[in-house]
């Protein structure tokens, strides 16, 4: 399975932007996709999960209400829309797929895309 994440960029606090990550290969083996994002010297996030067939969302607290990850599976992707962003949000985001129930726990998946670098100014 291949994973490209997109999406990324430079938007002011209180803006939005939606990450796209990109399935390919192998995609029938993909249970859970996830996101994960990691800030300057911090260590990797979980930020939200979404069941691939049936759709079922998980986000980490932090999260609720302002990010909604969501998938289309015509076309083997996963979305990540994020609203009211402040500039701790800054990070690399990275997609990821488990084949298994995945979680919060980085270690339970086991592909990973490139990520995509947010940048939220004040």
């Known amino acids: 399975v291949q994973l490209q994440a997109s999406g990324g960029g430079l938007v002011q606090a209180g803006g939005s932007l939606r990450l796209s990550c990109a399935a390919s290969g192998r995609t029938s083996s993909m249970y859970v996709m996830g996101w994960f994002r990691q800030a300057p010297g911090k260590e990797r996030e979980f930020v939200a999960n979404?069941?691939?067939?049936?759709?079922?969302?998980y986000y980490a607290d932090s999260m609720k209400g302002r990010f909604t990850t969501s998938r289309d599976n015509a076309k083997n992707t996963v979305y990540l829309q994020m609203n009211s962003l402040k500039p701790e949000d800054t990070a690399v985001y990275y997609c990821a797929a488990s084949r298994s129930l995945g979680g919060s726990n980085a270690s339970r998946y086991n592909y990973w895309g490139q990520g995509t670098e947010v940048t939220v100014s004040s």
């Open positions: 979404i069941r691939w067939s049936a759709g079922n969302t």
